[in-house]
């Protein structure tokens, strides 16, 4: 019997091959440990309208396992209903985005499945709705736009920009939200306290285990929480090098069957 009672896994460049599939040795070794009773968990930063299908995929729902978006910020049980949801505080939607206008960095907000950016679009702004197979919704100003509660503000750009963007953003605001790259391209802005790592944290209590009954995959910076509290935090190959300095052990990479492998080992 494994110690292992969840299995929580980032999506891309973890689950996902660079060809965003699932190969067929990592999906096979993640519904064999289904079969001997280990839950799944999928952990993104996607709005969870772009993790459900992997859950599908996976028959997580069909086997009481889990999904959670917004790096945490929704969490979501087999018969999708929500057992944990942040929202990020409106009042700091104006000043940081008053940080983003001069730049050419892309602001893009979430509400259900519909996603919004402003009008700054760069190369790097239609990756999330191409991916998840969403429409881009383009308004003048997302500061005056937004009348609801948001789960995160994504900005996306060219990576040099997005760090000093990071930079400018953590100086104002470090003390007030989470702000952290998801990769190069992608910078999240975050409810204080928000990440994949209390989000599988509130899966745990609801499955009556421990963190330390949780073996855990990622690749990139904001997989780290995750990674360093669970039992076993495991980089993917592919990973960034704080990534992999953060984690137990580090597996092959996400095209080589990294899941797979680590799953054959530790399970």
């Known amino acids: 019997m494994s ?9 891309d ?24 009773g280990i839950k799944l968990c999928v952990a993104s930063g996607r709005l969870p309208y772009g993790v459900k299908p992997y859950a599908e995929e996976l028959d997580i729902l069909n086997n009481g396992g889990y999904y959670l978006g917004f790096n945490g910020g929704a969490v979501l049980n087999s018969g999708n209903e929500l057992i944990g949801t942040t929202y990020l505080d409106s009042k700091y939607i104006e000043p ?4 983003l206008r001069p730049t050419n960095v892309t602001t893009m907000v979430h509400k259900g499945d519909i996603i919004y950016a402003d009008r700054k679009v760069n190369d790097y702004t239609h990756i999330e709705p191409d991916v998840i ?11 005056e736009f937004v009348d609801w509660k948001l789960h ?14 990071e930079s400018k953003l953590k100086a104002k605001f470090a003390d007030d939200v989470d702000i952290y790259l998801s990769a190069p391209w992608f910078l999240e802005v975050m409810p204080n306290g928000v ?3 209390l989000g599988v944290e509130k899966v745990c209590v609801d499955m009556g285990i421990s963190m330390d009954e949780v073996m855990a995959f990622g690749d990139n910076y ?17 990973a960034e090098d704080e990534v992999k300095n953060s984690a137990d052990y580090v597996t092959d990479t996400c ?6 492998k680590a799953l054959g080992k530790f399970l």
């Open 195 to 197: 990440n994949k790592g």
């Open 222 to 238: 904001n997989d780290i929480p995750m990674l360093e509290m669970a039992g076993l935090g495991i980089a993917m190959g592919n």
């Open 96 to 99: 940081v985005y008053e940080v």
């Open 255 to 260: 095209d080589l069957d990294g899941i797979a």
């Open 13 to 36: 460049d973890t689950l996902l091959t660079t060809e965003k599939v699932i190969s067929p040795k990592t999906k096979q070794a993640l519904l064999n440990a289904q079969k001997n």
């Open 152 to 165: 995160k503000i994504l900005l996306c750009g060219e990576p040099g920009e997005l760090k000093e963007v």
């Open 3 to 11: 110690k292992y009672k969840l299995i929580a896994f980032d999506v």
């Open 133 to 143: 197979g969403l429409p881009l919704n383009l308004v003048d100003d997302i500061a």
